[in-house]
Structures are given as C-alpha cells and as structure tokens.
C-alpha cells in the first residue's frame, strides 16, 4: 500500500517533492533513484494538464483560429481578377464584397446553432461553410465552370458567414475560460483576426507570387486545417473555478507578455515581408509567421513552472521515501476551500453577474436622472441615460436607447468605412497606378489594423493609473479616419497611400477589436452575443452604401473621361485621381459624423464608467 503523508500546510497542495540532496536518496540504488525521478516526471506532466495550463492552450488555439479566419480582408488581393473573369461592372464587384459582409448579418445563427450543438461542431460547420464558398469561387476564377452571377453572390454570402460562426466560437471560449480577464482575452484574440490578411499574402506567395487566384484557395482550406489543430484543446476544456486576486494578476501579467509578443508578431509581418523578392524568403518568413504564433504556447508554462517550483522546493521534506502524497478527498476538499475563499474576489470581474436581483431597474429611475447636476447640452444628455454599466438589455429594450443608436452610428460611421476602404484597396491602387503595390497596400492595412486591435486592450492595462471611460477611447480611435481620408483627398502619391491606410487601418482595427468589451459593459455581458449581432447589422448596410458610392462614382469617371482603357472585356477601367476623389471626400465627412455621435456616446456614459471605478475601487479596499 502506497504511503500517504498529509502536507505541513494543507495549502500546499501541489507538495509533491522529492529531496534530492538528501543522504538518503543519494545512498538510494539506481534503480530506486529512476523511479523516484520517474514519479516525479509523471507529477509534472499531471500538473501541465491542469485546469489553469489547459486554458491557455485554448487561449493560443483561439488565437490561431482567429488569424487564420479573416478571411474577407484579403478580397481586394483578388477582386481585379474576380471583375475580369465574372465581365462585371465595379457595381456589380461591389454587390460581391456587400455579399460578403452580409454574411456578419447571420451572426445570430451561430448563437442558434450553439444552443443546439457542441462548440466543435459549430467550429466545422464554419469550415466547411468557407471551404466550399472559397472553394468554388476559386473553381470559378480557374475557369472550371463559369455559374451565373447570383450563384456566386450565394457564395460570398456563404464564406461571409462562415467567418461570423468563427468568430462566435472564438468569443465564447474566450469569455467561458477567462471570466475575470474577458476584455484583455478579448482583444488579444480578437487582434489576430486583423493580421489576416498579411498571413496570407505570405502564404500566396510562397506558392505563386503571380498568381492572386491562389488566396481563394488558401481561404478555402487553410481555415480547415486550423480547425484540426484547435480541435484537441478545445474537446479538452477544463472546468472553470473562480480564481483568488493573487492568481488573476498573474493571468493579466500573461496577458501583457502576450501582448508584448503580439507586438512582435505585427513588426515581424510589416517590415520583414514588405522586403520578399522571392518564393524561399517568403517561405522563410511564412514560417517564422508560424513560429511565432505557437511560441505563446510557452509562455503560460514557464510562468506556471516557476511558481511551481518555488512551491515544492518551499516545502521540501526529509522524511520516509521523500513523497508527499496527497488523496484526492484532500485535493477536492482543497479545491472546494479555495473556491469559497476566492468568491468575493471573482464576482468583481467587471463582465460577471453582480448586478443580479437588484431592487430597482435601470429604465425606471427618473429620480435619480432628474436629480444629476452634470447636464451639458440639455434634455439631449438627459433622456434615458445609463446610469450603470452592466444592467441586460433585451433587444426590445435595446432599439429603444438613445446610447446604442449614438453608437450604432459611430460604429457605422468610422469602423464599417474602413473595411469598405480596405475592400476597394484593389482598384484604388490600380486607378493611381500601383497594381504592384497593391498587396503592400494589403499587408499595410493589415499590420495596422492589427496594432489598433492590440491598442484597444491599453484602458484594461492602465486603469490604475489613468481611468478614462472606454467610449471615450472609441472617439479616440476614430479620430485618424478623418484624417485620412483628407489626406487622400489632398494628394494621390503613393506616401500619401500608404499613409492614409496605415491610419485607417489603425483605426478601424481599433473599433472592431474594442466594440465586443463597449457592447457587453453598456447593454450587459449575457445579452452581448444578441446585441453585438445586432450592431454589426450595420456593416453590410453600410458595405452595400458606402460601396455603391464608390462604385458609382468609379463607373461614371470611368465611362465620361478619355482615361478609362479597355481590357481583355469591354469593360472600363478608371485611371487616375478622380476616380475616387469624391469617394475620400465624402467618407471623410461621414467619418466625421461618426465621430461626433462616439463623443455625444462618451459625454452621456462616463458618469456610469465613474461610478463603476468608484465601486469596483471601494470594494477592493474592503
């Protein structure tokens, strides 16, 4: 019968040791020393697979799930190709890119489909869902068979969604795995949905620099195949307990490093791949892509390691055969313990519960709005304003609030252009005359909105110091796009490009990456998969506007000036600054109305981002 010693102290669960500068083990035979050494192997591989290492390789696999899914950025890369072979007009064009965003617009089937299947199906269904929407347009592009155009409408609008049900699974193992950590999970996956488009260029290239058909088939099935890599961790979900103060910093320090890699990872990609000349330094670099999105494996580890062996060499014991053995009884009784004493602690997340079985709603106190002395412009900052953060609102409840249209309309007004903007990337460049330049252009908007994604997550990290009410960020944020789309307006040189991407990019990123954490703390972390649904309605609206726009505007300068030049088809092609002048101008003024509607959003929210700081500050001084 094994031998079973209690720990000193009962907290030190994890008190399995062996005393290897002993006299006794070192007078020990061989044999004996190999089994010592072997049952401690088997103790450090039973500790890698706990609860709190196994979240973390759910965390990477969401993060390689994410980078490999945005898929609809890289629509520009092929677009050209797409208008020559299909014999469209840039309207016609545009109704694809609209089919593809409209896909956001079945989001809610994804939250359906969860109710019903488990999250790794959905996962394959998603694939699937890309792999033949890419897949047979890609047939299409090669010539294989040539559909009519509704069909392949149908097909933008299928891969479209299969990008919605990716991010759907991501956001739910993110918030299931990380309650006290959500925004920072959040943003940092959500980050790697932007760097997408970058991945992919590199990954096109290494294969035929030439050919810009090939994305189509690189979105087709290279999504599959990170759903086969994610599949193990995410089958092997641990059971979540609430975790003590001490063990959430240490997961917000993970987090930084993290980030820190992340930033990294976006360098890597935008100035090392804007320097490829050929197919061996893009696939060099391909791979080192690849290395440096499984190296945050590691991270999580070395940080649990150390605190585990500080633990056990903390309790070395010389005494019988120097194990301490614990029974499981004591482990779970342990476990039990641990989850009372770290209650208080959980529930001040500010995504979590604490606003359940409250006395009075947040629609019915007139007293308290009345009584507000902070009133800037009247009735306008008055009327049905958020007095808490957290409170779930149905969706009946939601279309009627001042706040979400305010933010509705910044959402629509800033982030939904720069994804337009990044879709018409292919013809602007070729209309001022860099078709070369246009997957540099690509890899540009990418990094760039990947940086702003990794920027939202500076408010979680700085609150101590400076606190700052997330929907102020948001106006932030959107502030470059105005700017950039001056920018543009003043001048077509390539700099000038380039540099107007960048911001919009920048910004864009931002908004996509901060809006998920703005909708769960205004309208409540339950209700935020139907609500967010809801809000991101307005990018295929706004696709469809927007790219009727520029679409409309592109054909007429195209089909009035001695610039157009004919192709391979009788269609026209636009040359020159005007072809998208009006377009800049334009979605510069819209931008700025976006702009102003986040500030009014700010102006009427930040007492109730106040009032949370107050009481999450007072209840961690008691």
């Known amino acids: 019968m094994k031998p079973k010693i209690r720990p000193r102290n009962p907290r030190d669960v994890f008190n399995y040791n062996i005393n290897l500068n002993s006299p006794k083990f070192k007078s020990s035979s061989p044999g004996k020393k190999k089994r010592h050494i072997f049952s401690l192997l088997k103790i450090i591989v039973k500790l890698s697979m706990a609860p709190q290492s196994r979240k973390w390789v759910i965390l990477v696999a969401t993060i390689w799930v994410q980078a490999f899914t945005g898929t609809n950025f890289d629509f520009s890369a092929y677009s050209s190709e797409m208008k020559t072979s299909l014999e469209i007009s840039q309207v016609q064009l545009n109704y694809l890119a609209v089919a593809s965003d409209l896909g956001k617009a079945f989001g809610w089937s994804s939250g359906l489909a969860l109710m019903y299947l488990?999250?790794?199906?959905?996962?394959?269904?998603?694939?699937?869902?890309?792999?033949?929407?890419?897949?047979l347009q890609w047939f299409v592009l090669r010539g294989l068979f040539s559909p009519p155009y509704f069909v392949v409408f149908f097909l933008c609008l299928l891969a479209g969604c299969s990008i919605t049900w990716f991010n759907t699974v991501c956001f739910v193992l993110c918030i299931k795995n990380f309650p006290a950590n959500r925004s920072l999970a959040l943003s940092l996956t959500v980050s790697f949905n932007g760097v997408s488009a970058a991945l992919y260029t590199l990954a096109a290239n290494s294969i035929n620099p030439s050919s810009h058909v090939v994305y189509l088939f690189l979105n087709a099935f290279i999504p599959l195949l990170t759903s086969l890599a994610a599949l193990l961790p995410i089958l092997r979900q641990p059971e979540i307990e609430p975790l003590p103060p001490d063990a959430v910093k240490r997961d917000s320090f993970i987090f930084f490093i993290l980030n820190f890699l992340a930033v990294i990872t976006g360098f890597y990609l935008l100035f090392l791949t804007s320097v490829t000349n050929g197919i061996t330094s893009s696939r060099l670099l391909f791979g080192g892509a690849v290395f440096l999105l499984f190296f945050p494996l590691c991270i999580p580890g070395i940080v649990y390691a150390r605190e585990w062996f500080e633990q056990i060499h903390s309790s070395l014991q010389i005494d019988g055969s120097g194990f301490i053995l614990v029974d499981d009884d004591d482990l779970e009784l342990h476990k039990i313990s641990t989850r009372e004493n770290s209650y208080t602690s959980s529930t001040m997340s500010l995504l979590g519960n604490w606003i359940e079985n409250r006395n009075e709603s947040t629609y019915n106190l007139p007293e308290l709005n009345a009584g507000k002395s902070d009133v800037y412009c009247g009735a306008v900052f008055e009327k049905d304003q958020l007095v808490m953060l957290g409170e779930e609102h149905r969706a009946s409840v939601l279309v009627r609030r001042v706040d979400f249209w305010l933010y509705y309309?910044?959402?629509?007004?800033?982030?939904?252009?720069?994804?337009?903007?990044s879709n018409n990337l292919g013809q602007i460049a070729q209309s001022l005359g860099q078709s070369t330049s246009t997957t540099t252009l690509i890899t540009l908007y990418s990094s760039f909105s990947f940086f702003g994604r990794l920027l939202s997550a500076i408010p979680d990290y700085i609150r101590a110091k400076v606190y700052f009410a997330r929907t102020g960020w948001l106006a932030i944020a959107l502030a470059p796009t105005p700017i950039a789309f001056l920018l543009l307006t003043g001048s077509g040189s390539a700099l000038t490009l380039q540099a107007?991407?960048?911001l919009i990019g920048l910004s864009s990123g931002f908004i996509f990456a901060a809006a998920v954490s703005v909708t769960s703390e205004l309208f409540g972390p339950l209700s935020v998969g139907v609500n967010h649904n809801i809000l991101i309605t307005n990018i295929p609206i706004g696709s469809l506007v927007y790219g009727f726009l520029a679409a409309s505007v592109y054909d007429s300068n195209a089909g009035h000036t001695s610039q157009g030049i004919s192709m391979v088809t009788d269609k026209i092609i636009c040359m020159g600054r005007h072809c998208y002048f009006w377009t800049f101008f334009w979605w510069g003024c819209i931008s700025i109305v976006g702009l102003f509607s986040c500030l009014l959003l700010f102006l009427r929210t930040r007492h109730a981002y106040e009032r949370f700081e107050r009481d999450r500050i007072s209840a961690a001084l008691d």
């Open 118 to 135: 488990p999250l790794s199906v959905v996962m394959f269904i998603a694939s699937f869902m890309g792999l033949l929407g890419y897949g």
């Open 500 to 502: 107007g991407t960048a």
């Open 409 to 421: 309309i910044a959402y629509f007004c800033g982030g939904t252009i720069g994804l337009v903007y």
